[in-house]
């Protein structure tokens, strides 16, 4: 068969079973991101069906993902949200850090994965996934419940976290200097800290200055000017997606906003393609192997995560009921915790830190919303006002699978 | 005596403000970044759980806010008209698309122009009584303004326009 028939053909059916594994996350109202790393585990090296040809699209698509990832959690929040976050949510996300980066790091160690892969698995469990935390507050009906400030502001201060913790890996995945990894992090923090401060103060001018009336214009300058500071800050060893985290937060108000809207499909895309490539170069004969210490991993740090929400919301004065829902809330591992195990695996070291954080992630991301929607479940007399809600819910254009089932599966 | 708004920033999502009624309900509105609003009555036994959300388009926030009498300052207002003969009192609304947006009202020069006052700005649920000449308008602002009727027609047209 002709070389790029082929190469269509396997990238066209490789896309078509995402979005087969898509539709049954959605029938399921699950994350799809354990069923794109399920697919990615079935194809490629060591699975079912190899793939050749699309490789290094599928490659080149994976990195685009994370910076799109990046990007998008960004936008997501304003630099005054961030700067908000960081001066009353410092406590909560500090005990978040301790109560989550630590079973990671010691797991890895008794493990005996070495210091470097253990740090990186601290970053798997430590960060909670905030697509799959998003979705489940809207879905479930919490945003406005009074927890939910404090869950949303531990995600902002994970985020952040992260825009530090990535070049501070990245130097120990190079194996370099305590020197360069402080020069890095340095680094990091200096941009960090840059980009807040002129974000919250001219972020609305820079974005209308960027800002087009044309979404062609838009789209355009948004990923050159992402992809061009990705490429500085992965020259200065900050990491790529630290980069497009900061362009992100640099543009707020009204462009931030249809910079989303542009931006949303594009970053679908190419995560799906993001999560299948770390499925596929993460060996499925290994899986059962790292089976037993990935579901302890994720029992203990289910509990931590709990602990965390609970913490935070009874400091708060948030009754019981709402405690157990922060904590729940913040259960679900997803999409930066593959981020940062793919930034593990592609700097060598343990084999087994791909496989474990992938079983993992399979477990914590399929956990997440179960747990969330177990916590919702409330006393059988108040279940039939809540049919209100459910009711309402059933607008034209938003299919029966969309519609949230505060019971859960069993209701 | 009035009631005290909570108002709660929602990093990522909007703004959440509530109040608690002397039934002891709590109840509010989430104003997202979106534009979408929902209006939110908590349960007495989890008062810290959303029992019924409700999601309003922006037509159905302004006829609710209709039925339920408007806000203070309307009310005021609609006293102060039945004093002064001839005195239009309007709102007007700052489309995002206006020159103004992101501008301040000694720029405009509204009082100049188009002799009318802006006696008040009403963002989102929180009013901004009497605000001065550096007070910056930022899109979907609600303006309160008295004057002429004539005044006033111009003023729409300066804001849509420029």
């Not at chain 1, 793919?342 to 791909?354: F, T």
């Amino acid at each position: 068969m002709h070389a790029q028939a082929l190469l269509w053909l396997e990238l066209g059916g490789l896309i078509l079973g995402l979005a087969l594994l898509a539709r049954l996350a959605v029938a399921w109202r699950l994350s799809p991101i354990p069923f794109y790393l399920l697919g990615g585990l079935v194809v490629g090296e060591g699975g079912l069906i190899p793939l050749v040809p699309s490789q290094d699209f599928v490659e080149i698509g994976a990195d685009l993902g994370v910076i799109l990832l990046l990007l998008l959690l960004g936008l997501e929040f304003t630099a005054v949200e961030l700067r908000r976050a960081l001066r009353s949510g410092a406590t909560a996300g500090l005990l978040d850090l301790a109560l989550n980066y630590t079973p990671g790091v010691a797991a890895g160690l008794l493990l005996g994965l070495g210091w470097a892969p253990a740090l990186f698995l601290g970053g798997v469990t430590y960060i909670s996934s905030s697509g799959v935390v998003a979705k489940l507050l809207g879905d479930l009906g919490w945003t406005a419940n009074r927890e939910t400030p404090l869950v949303l502001s531990i995600l902002v201060f994970e985020d952040l976290a992260m825009a530090i913790l990535l070049p501070l890996l990245a130097v120990v995945a190079l194996g370099g200097s305590p020197l360069g990894a402080i020069l890095a992090v340095g680094a990091a923090l200096a941009l960090v800290a840059l980009v807040l401060t002129v974000a919250a103060r001219f972020g609305e001018g820079a974005g209308r200055l960027v800002f087009s009336g044309s979404d062609e214009v838009n789209l355009l300058t948004l990923v050159g000017v992402t992809l061009v500071v990705a490429g500085l800050t992965e020259q200065l060893n900050v990491s790529a997606a630290v980069g497009a985290f900061l362009v992100g937060i640099g543009i707020s108000g009204e462009a931030a906003q249809s910079a989303r809207t542009l931006l949303t499909p594009l970053r679908d895309l190419f995560a799906a393609v993001f999560f299948v490539f770390f499925g596929l170069s993460t060996d499925p004969a290994a899986i059962p192997g790292v089976l037993a210490p990935a579901a302890g991993l994720a029992a203990a740090t289910a509990i931590t995560k709990i602990a965390t929400g609970w913490w935070a919301a009874s400091r708060a004065g948030v009754g019981r009921r709402g405690r157990v829902r922060a904590g729940a809330a913040l259960i679900a591992r997803g999409e930066f915790s593959v981020v940062i195990a793919g930034l593990g695996a592609a700097a060598g070291g343990a084999e087994e830190l791909a496989p474990l954080a992938a079983a993992y992630v399979l477990i914590m991301a399929t956990l997440g919303p179960l747990a969330a929607r177990a916590a919702d479940l409330r006393p059988r007399s108040q279940r039939k006002r809540l049919r209100i809600r459910r009711l309402a819910r059933r607008r034209p254009g938003s299919g029966r699978s969309a519609e949230p089932t505060p019971g859960g599966p069993a209701s | 005596m009035t009631t005290a708004i909570q108002q709660t920033p929602l990093p990522g999502v909007g703004v959440r403000y509530d109040f608690t009624t002397e039934e002891g309900l709590r109840l509010g509105v989430v104003h997202h970044h979106s534009g979408r609003r929902q209006l939110f009555l908590c349960s007495a036994d989890d008062p810290d759980s959303a029992r019924v959300t409700i999601e309003l388009t922006e037509d159905e926030a302004h006829a609710l806010i209709d039925v339920l009498g408007g806000s203070q300052i309307v009310e005021a207002l609609a006293g102060l008209r039945q004093q002064v003969e001839g005195l239009g009192i309007d709102w007007l609304t700052l489309d995002p698309d206006s020159p103004y947006a992101g501008r301040t009202i000694g720029d405009a020069r509204i009082r100049t122009r188009t002799g009318v006052s802006v006696v008040a700005v009403l963002r989102g649920a929180v009013p901004h009584p009497a605000p001065g000449p550096e007070f910056a308008f930022s899109p979907g602002d609600t303006l309160v303004v008295v004057g002429t009727p004539e005044g006033i027609g111009s003023l729409g047209h300066l804001l849509r326009r420029g």
